[in-house]
């Protein structure tokens, strides 16, 4: 990409709820790598306007609520109505010694593709 510091993934499955929960996962694993402990629950409820804002407000609501509860996430579940979608996780505290190799700071907007027919996301994370 143009810009060093910017990623960009691409997800897809069988249904648009799964490919949510493997590319949050993915994300998650990139910040703090695939040995999570299930320590503490943890859920969240977001409205979305878009197919675009539903991934974009999902991953950025994983990244903000693990860095502000100091939690490595696993998410188990997601629950997408329309308008609004659920993530539950657990997770542990995290320990910066255990991290993953990269830190995304966000996901964004920038040239995101988005189908639910067939399940498919692209989006760039901030890096």
């Known amino acids: 990409m143009e810009h060093t510091a910017d990623l960009r993934i691409r997800a ?5 709820q799964g490919t949510l929960l493997d590319l949050s996962n993915y994300v998650m694993d990139m910040i703090y790598g695939r040995d999570i402990l299930p320590d503490v ?19 950025n609501d994983l990244i903000y609520e693990s860095e502000r509860r100091g ?18 996780a657990t997770g542990e505290k995290a320990d910066r010694r255990k991290r993953g ?14 189908s639910r027919v067939p399940p498919m996301v692209e989006v760039t994370l901030d890096i």
């Open 12 to 16: 897809w499955g069988r249904s648009f």
């Open 41 to 59: 629950f943890l859920s969240s409820s977001l409205e979305y306007e878009s197919n675009d804002s539903c991934v974009v407000r999902l991953l």
């Open 71 to 88: 939690l490595a996430i696993r998410v188990k579940k997601i629950t997408i109505c329309e308008g609004s979608i659920r993530w539950e």
């Open 101 to 114: 190799s990269i830190l995304v700071k966000a996901a964004t907007y920038d040239r995101i593709k988005v």
